[in-house]
């Protein structure tokens, strides 16, 4: 599972506690072997299905995680008081966004976010261990 926050305040410790930032969760995908030989096999110019691209609801179907994947999620979430109708999804389902408060996600993940600047001036929410 790999998650990380969109939409960041102005970057202070404050701000970030403060605001809504989405939390965008991506599940394993099922048929990611499946997708890999596909990859190779239209790229391989001696391969007979050279250039035979997938459709993307092709891809779709691939990447999807499975049906006990995104069941265990959708409770886990459920069981930290974040409804299914809170979600938004990609076409695949694989990706999973949410809209919540830093803070509820410090309690969602058992950890401390803080608030990073880089050289360049950007801000950026990490857990602080």
């Not at 092709?58 to 006990?68: A, I, M, T, Y």
């Not at 996600?105 to 950007?122: F, M, N, P, R």
């Amino acid at each position: 599972m790999v998650m990380d926050f969109l939409n960041l305040g102005d970057g202070s410790r404050s701000s970030a506690r403060r605001s809504q930032d989405k939390l965008a969760d991506c599940l394993k995908q099922s048929q990611f072997d499946e997708l890999e030989r596909h990859l190779y096999e239209v790229s391989d110019s001696s391969h007979h299905r050279s250039g035979q691209h997938l459709t993307s609801a092709e891809v779709d179907e691939l990447v999807k995680p499975s049906d006990d994947a995104l069941e265990l999620v959708h409770d886990w979430l459920l069981d930290n008081g974040i409804e299914r109708h809170r979600l938004e999804y990609n076409s695949a389902k694989n990706w999973i966004k949410v809209t919540l408060p830093v803070q509820a996600v410090e309690g969602l993940l058992d950890t401390t976010y803080s608030v990073y600047k880089h050289e360049e001036g950007d801000y950026t929410v990490r857990p602080s261990n």
